[in-house]
C-alpha cells in the first residue's frame, strides 16, 4: 500500500492506492491542471481494471479477435479530409476494405460506432500516425481522442474501446512534439503521457514499440526500462513490440519479466496471405508458446491479399490510381492467392448464407407457434462474403488478431461480417496450398 500527499491549488488532500503504485513524478502536469485530480483520475481507472481481473501479468485478449487500424486517419495522402466541400460529397472511386474513398471526421465516427456496437472494440494507432495534422488537432491520435469522448458522451449501451498505441524509438523526428529530443527511458514515459494526452484518456491500454531499432540512445535497456515505467506509473496497463522476430521478443519477454515483473502482451508484425515470414521463421509458435497475442497490421497488403488489386485488375477498379502500386509481374505471381481466394469466397458464402437463413426460418416458425411471446422477424438482406473478409479470417486461423484500416461505415460494416463465419480446415489449406505456389514461384523467379 503507498501513501502520497499533494498540496494543489484548491485542497489539501492525502490520497492513499491500493493494490498498485502511481509515482508522483508523471503528475506535475505541463499545463498547470491539478495533480490531485490526475492521480484520482488514473487511480480510478486503474481500480476498474483491478475488478475486471485485467493485469499487465495477464495475457492480453482482444474481444472477438479482431480489431481496426487508424493509420489513415488524419493523412491527407491517404483521402482524410479535414473539410469536405460539396464537391466531394457522395464522390467514391473504389468500393470496400482497402478502397482509396476520401472520407473526413463523420465517415471515422460512423465507422468508430459501428464497430463497437458490433463487438469490435480494438482500436490501434501511433503518435506518428497522420501527424502533419497534430497542430490542426486532426492527428490520428486527436481524431480517436474526439470520437471517443464524443460517443461516451451521447451514446448509452456500447462499450469502452481497447485503445493501442506505439511509441516510435528515433532521437528526432517530424512527428515527435517540437524540441522533444528522444533518449533514455524517460523519453517512452514523456511520449506516452503526451500521447494519453491526445487521446483524451488516463490510461492507455496497450503501448507498443513501433519498431525493432536497437539504435536508440540508450539502447535496448532503456526502452525495455521505459515501457515497464509506463506500466508502473500508471501510464498504460500492458506493453508490446512490433515487428520483432522470435529471438528479439524473447529478449524483450524475458527482461521485462525477470527486472519488472511485466509481461509481454503483444507483438504486432505484418502478416497476410502474401506474406507468411513470421509464420515460417517461428515468430507465431514463439508467441503462441510465451502467450504473448500476435497483432497482425496490414491483414489485407494494401488490397494485395484482398483480391482489390489482381491481374485482371490492376487499379482496383479506381481509373485514376497510379497504374504502378503493383505491377503486372507481381500480380501475376499472386495469381493463384487470388482464384483460390475467389473459390473459397465462393464456398464460404454458400455456408454463411444457407446457416444465416435457416436461423431466420426457425425464428419465423418459432414465432408462428408463439405469437404472444416471440414477435415475427423481418427479412433481412443478407451480406455476400467477400474476399477481404476470408482474407482476414484466414489470419485469424493462423492464431493472430488482424487489424484492417477502417474509413468509413462501409468498411466497418465489410468488418463485421467477418465475425459470420470462420474458415473450416480444408478452405485454411486450399489458401495455404495456393500461398506456397507463389512462395516457391517467387524464389524460382524473383
Not at 476498474?48 to 499487465?56: T, V
Not at 517540437?178 to 494519453?196: N, Q, T, W
Not at 508467441?287 to 494485395?304: D, I, R, S, Y
Not at 415475427?376 to 492464431?399: C, E, F, H, L, Y
Request: glycine share 8%; net charge positive; hydrophobic share 35%.
Amino acid at each position: 500500500m503507498s501513501c502520497y500527499a499533494f498540496e494543489s491549488a484548491n485542497k489539501n488532500a492525502y490520497v492513499t492506492i491500493r493494490h498498485h503504485e502511481l509515482s508522483p513524478s508523471c503528475l506535475f502536469l505541463s499545463d498547470g491542471g491539478d495533480p490531485f485530480e490526475e492521480l484520482m483520475k488514473r487511480a480510478a481507472e486503474m481500480s476498474e481494471e483491478n475488478k475486471s481481473g485485467a493485469s499487465a501479468r495477464e495475457k492480453f485478449e482482444v474481444p472477438n479477435g479482431i480489431g481496426f487500424g487508424s493509420l489513415a486517419w488524419g493523412d491527407v495522402d491517404r483521402g482524410f479530409m479535414p473539410t469536405r466541400s460539396s464537391f466531394y460529397q457522395g464522390v467514391s472511386t473504389t468500393s470496400g476494405l482497402n478502397s482509396m474513398d476520401s472520407f473526413d471526421v463523420n465517415d471515422l465516427e460512423d465507422a468508430y460506432l459501428t464497430l463497437l456496437r458490433g463487438g469490435i472494440s480494438f482500436a490501434d494507432t501511433c503518435e506518428s500516425y497522420g501527424a502533419k495534422m497534430r497542430n490542426r488537432k486532426l492527428s490520428s491520435e486527436h481524431l480517436i481522442g474526439r470520437i471517443r469522448s464524443s460517443c461516451l458522451g451521447r451514446e448509452k449501451g456500447i462499450g469502452q474501446p481497447i485503445l493501442s498505441n506505439k511509441f516510435v524509438p528515433k532521437l528526432m523526428s517530424r512527428s515527435f512534439d517540437a524540441f522533444d529530443v528522444r533518449a533514455g527511458s524517460d523519453a517512452v514515459l514523456r511520449a506516452c503521457r503526451a500521447s494519453a494526452d491526445r487521446m483524451e484518456v488516463g490510461v492507455i491500454d496497450l503501448y507498443q514499440l513501433s519498431a525493432p531499432t536497437y539504435l536508440y540512445a540508450g539502447g535496448r535497456t532503456a526502452l525495455i526500462a521505459g515501457l515497464a515505467g509506463c506500466v508502473q506509473s500508471g501510464l498504460c496497463r500492458r506493453v508490446g513490440v512490433s515487428n520483432m522476430n522470435a529471438k528479439k521478443v524473447q529478449h524483450f519477454y524475458d527482461r521485462l519479466r525477470d527486472d519488472h515483473g511485466i509481461r509481454l502482451a503483444t507483438n504486432q508484425v505484418s502478416l497476410s496471405l502474401v506474406n507468411r515470414k513470421v509464420i515460417f521463421d517461428g515468430t507465431v509458435d514463439y508467441c503462441e508458446k510465451m502467450g504473448v497475442t500476435v497483432v497482425a497490421h496490414t491483414p489485407l497488403a494494401g488490397g494485395l491479399a484482398s483480391g482489390l488489386y489482381t491481374e485482371a485488375n490492376p487499379t482496383g477498379g479506381d481509373r485514376t490510381a497510379r497504374l504502378d502500386k503493383f505491377n503486372m509481374k507481381d500480380l501475376r505471381k499472386f495469381a493463384p492467392i487470388h482464384e483460390a481466394l475467389d473459390v473459397v469466397c465462393d464456398m464460404c458464402d454458400r455456408r454463411v448464407k444457407k446457416e444465416l437463413r435457416a436461423k431466420m426460418k426457425q425464428a419465423k416458425d418459432l414465432a408462428e407457434r408463439n405469437p404472444r411471446k416471440f414477435q415475427k422477424p423481418k427479412d433481412k438482406v443478407i451480406n455476400d462474403v467477400t474476399p477481404a473478409q476470408v482474407s482476414i479470417n484466414w489470419v485469424r486461423a493462423k492464431g493472430a488478431v488482424p487489424i484492417p484500416g477502417i474509413k468509413n461505415k462501409q468498411d466497418a460494416n465489410e468488418l463485421l461480417d467477418c465475425l459470420r463465419f470462420e474458415l473450416t480446415d480444408d478452405e485454411v489449406a486450399m489458401l495455404d496450398r495456393a500461398a506456397d505456389i507463389v512462395d516457391g514461384y517467387r524464389r524460382r523467379y524473383p
